[in-house]
């Protein structure tokens, strides 16, 4: 596995996931430990001020203007982190958890935040070992940043709270500190909040959507073109010069796309010439591209709010490149929950257009001769009738999911915090709709193969046909009603593991964009 440098300037997207779901190990380079250090000795040369500084001296939030006293300082950091450590709920994601810390950690290797090196070091070492701390669903207002979350894992590195090991057990934090040789943090002036300070959690979830929706609109148009060749659809509509004529990039990827997927299809030949009786596709076949592609400028958007993001050094205070250090509302969530209730529209609308197909596919008085919900024996069986609603049902949860969280705000810290983002729960809830969405196109899948097998002897085109021999390696072709839970389930992981794009892709001259 290649090891992901962290230094003063910006990861990546890749690489956040590959340490975060992949566990690649990790190294903070040599400029980001001359950074750190330097901006550490401006905050201890303000330690023994005797004017206040933020953070340093003082209280926080509400009781920013409590001055401590120096013999204090250290307590007041651990003080900080153990009453911020206060999540509730489910456990998160662990892929969730790296992602943060990843992303905190290169907040502290800008030499922005006045952390010493050997704070960081202590982060990188816990990523390294796999040492995941245990982090709760709820705490977060995404104002100021991700308190409750971060500070859990803050907490993990003082050698406290939860954590699971590389194996996933859960145990007490010291001790796995302690069997992976890792010395426990004592927190110094500032760097309690350096560690709590910032956005990592919906910044993190955000990357990892992006990545997720990138395969989840290439296999949208996959399971479109599949469809389009099940119910007799026209590839005539899908052509370069009618897209040119509304220049929407994502639009253009998203026809491209089904033009390839649905080349040298023998199905789509079949009813090609004159004689053909059907005028016009319905839109949720006729209208993907332009559906899909929407999605997919908005998942553009989306990536550039990241880049800018992962560009950021998000702390308060901060010290900045002339030696100061000074207050400001860079933790703010708002950029990035924005953009993460943006992402869960398309992610519902995709799915419904998805749902639309399938419902067509399994209704006799649409699927131009298909039999009644794809059964083998219509009547003594029902085919995939129930598949479609559990489309349903998870389609009508998208549109709940839809709602944004980000217009919301709730006053915290006795009036100080009167307006925060909501990011957090928007991150929360674009995770499901991801889900959701996979799940769907998922169905859709499932049914246009079976609604290909039906179709013969008239054979799909080379990539389509592709995709379907593949899924028949884990779930058998039409026949009497059997166990259809299973089925969905080996759909989801072949959509899911990004098999299903991979299977079209060895068929065609270059790959689904």
């Known amino acids: 596995m290649t090891t992901v440098s962290v230094g003063s300037g910006p990861i990546s997207e890749a690489e956040l996931v590959s340490v975060a779901r992949g566990r690649a190990p990790i190294e903070l380079s040599e400029e980001s430990l001359s950074a750190m250090a330097a901006s550490r000795s401006i905050v201890e040369a303000l330690a023994d001020d005797v004017?206040?500084?933020?953070?340093?001296?003082?209280?926080?939030?509400?009781?920013?203007?409590?001055?401590?006293?120096?013999?204090?300082?250290?307590?007041?950091?651990?003080s900080l982190v153990r009453s911020h450590a206060a999540g509730s709920g489910p456990e998160i994601e662990g892929e969730v958890v790296r992602a943060l810390m990843l992303l905190r950690l290169s907040t502290l290797a800008t030499g922005r935040t006045g952390i010493r090196v050997q704070t960081a070091q202590t982060l990188a070492a816990l990523l390294n070992a796999q040492i995941t701390p245990v982090v709760r669903e709820f705490g977060s207002l995404g104002c100021s940043g991700d308190l409750a979350p971060l500070a859990h894992v803050a907490l993990a590195l003082m050698g406290e709270g939860e954590v699971r090991d590389a194996s996933g057990r859960v145990r007490p934090a010291g001790e796995a500190l302690a069997a992976a040789g890792i010395a426990p943090v004592t927190l110094a002036e500032k760097e309690g909040l350096a560690l709590i300070n910032g956005t990592d959690g919906m910044l993190g979830q955000l990357l990892l959507a992006c990545t997720d929706l990138d395969l989840l609109l290439r296999t949208a148009?996959?399971?479109?073109?599949?469809?389009?060749?099940?119910?007799?659809?026209?590839?005539?509509?899908?052509?370069?010069?009618?897209?040119?004529?509304?220049?929407?990039?994502?639009?253009?990827?998203?026809?491209?796309?089904?033009?390839?997927?649905?080349?040298?299809?023998?199905?789509?030949?079949?009813?090609?010439?004159?004689?053909?009786?059907?005028?016009?596709?319905?839109?949720?076949?006729?209208?993907?591209?332009?559906?899909?592609?929407?999605?997919?400028d908005t998942l553009a958007h989306a990536r550039m709010v990241a880049g800018y993001e992962l560009s950021s050094a998000v702390d308060n205070p901060v010290v900045t490149s002339d030696g100061r250090v000074e207050s400001n509302g860079n933790f703010h969530g708002a950029p990035v929950g924005y953009v993460l209730d943006f992402l869960a529209i398309p992610a519902a609308d995709v799915a419904s257009m998805s749902e639309r197909r399938t419902d067509r596919m399994l209704d006799v008085s649409r699927s131009r001769g298909l039999s009644a919900f794809l059964t083998d024996d219509a009547g003594v069986d029902s085919?995939?009738?129930?598949?479609?609603?559990?489309?349903?049902?998870?389609?009508?949860?998208?549109?709940?999911?839809?709602?944004?969280?980000?217009?919301?705000?709730?006053?915290?810290?006795?009036?100080?915090?009167?307006?925060?983002?909501?990011?957090?729960?928007?991150?929360?809830?674009?995770?499901?709709?991801?889900?959701?969405?996979?799940?769907?196109?998922?169905?859709?899948?499932?049914?246009?193969?079976?609604?290909?097998?039906?179709?013969?002897?008239?054979?799909?085109?080379?990539?389509?046909?592709?995709?379907?021999?593949?899924?028949?390696?884990?779930?058998?072709?039409?026949?009497?009603d059997r166990y259809l839970a299973p089925e969905i389930?080996?759909?989801?992981?072949?959509?899911?593991?990004?098999?299903?794009?991979?299977?079209?892709?060895?068929?065609?001259?270059e790959p689904l964009r």
């Open 51 to 78: 004017e206040p500084h933020y953070g340093i001296s003082t209280g926080f939030g509400a009781l920013a203007t409590k001055h401590i006293p120096l013999d204090r300082r250290a307590q007041l950091q651990r």
């Open 489 to 509: 389930e080996a759909a989801v992981e072949f959509v899911r593991s990004g098999r299903a794009v991979q299977a079209a892709d060895t068929a065609l001259a």
């Open 221 to 296: 148009d996959l399971t479109a073109a599949m469809s389009v060749e099940a119910l007799l659809g026209t590839d005539r509509v899908f052509a370069a010069d009618l897209q040119a004529l509304r220049p929407q990039p994502g639009q253009a990827v998203a026809a491209a796309n089904m033009r390839a997927l649905l080349a040298a299809s023998p199905i789509v030949a079949s009813h090609a010439g004159p004689d053909c009786v059907y005028v016009q596709d319905a839109y949720s076949m006729r209208c993907a591209p332009q559906v899909a592609g929407a999605a997919r």
């Open 383 to 480: 085919g995939h009738m129930i598949a479609q609603y559990t489309q349903a049902a998870i389609v009508s949860e998208l549109k709940r999911l839809a709602v944004p969280a980000s217009v919301d705000s709730i006053p915290s810290s006795a009036m100080q915090e009167d307006h925060v983002s909501m990011g957090w729960s928007a991150a929360r809830k674009l995770r499901r709709s991801v889900d959701g969405l996979t799940q769907v196109l998922a169905i859709e899948l499932l049914s246009a193969a079976r609604a290909l097998d039906l179709r013969r002897p008239l054979l799909p085109g080379p990539a389509t046909g592709a995709v379907l021999a593949a899924l028949r390696e884990s779930v058998p072709g039409p026949g009497p």
